[in-house]
Nanobody, 118 residues
Framework: QVQLVESGGGLVQPGGSLRLSCAAS????????MGWYRQAPGKQRELVAT???????NYAGSVKGRCTISRDNAKNTVYLQMNNLKPEDTSTYYC????????????WGQGTQVTVSS
């Protein structure tokens, strides 16, 4: 079982910034599509950003221009830099590692809380 551990969440004011980290227990980061998702209480989990094993990135329209996903294969870690945070960004943020082709898998971390409030 692969473990993904998120960190870096916290309480920030609107307009502030955070950098979330996702540390993997193995070298899975280099061979997976890595993603950040978020889920607020009573709402469905939604995509924030993904980065493929080749480095291609994709962002949700709600965060495009404010967030940057990146990866450090040597550290087996994925990051999400979040700038100009808004109250609607308040959510638990989850790290994801996924492959469709063999060996297929879909791993999730336990999440890190981000609260944007004055």
């Amino acid at each position: 079982q692969v473990q993904l551990v998120e960190s870096g969440g916290g309480l920030v004011q609107p307009g502030g910034s955070l950098r979330l980290s996702c540390a993997a227990s193995g070298s899975i980061v280099s061979t997976s599509t890595m993603g950040w998702y978020r889920q607020a209480p009573g709402k469905q989990r939604e995509l924030v950003a993904t980065i493929s094993r080749t480095g291609s990135t994709n962002y949700a329209g709600s965060v495009k221009g404010r967030c940057t996903i990146s990866r450090d294969n040597a550290k087996n870690t994925v990051y999400l830099q979040m700038n100009n945070l808004k109250p609607e960004d308040t959510s638990t943020y989850y790290c994801n590692a996924r492959r469709i082709t063999w060996p297929a898998y879909n791993y999730w971390g336990q999440g890190t809380q981000v609260t944007v409030s004055s």
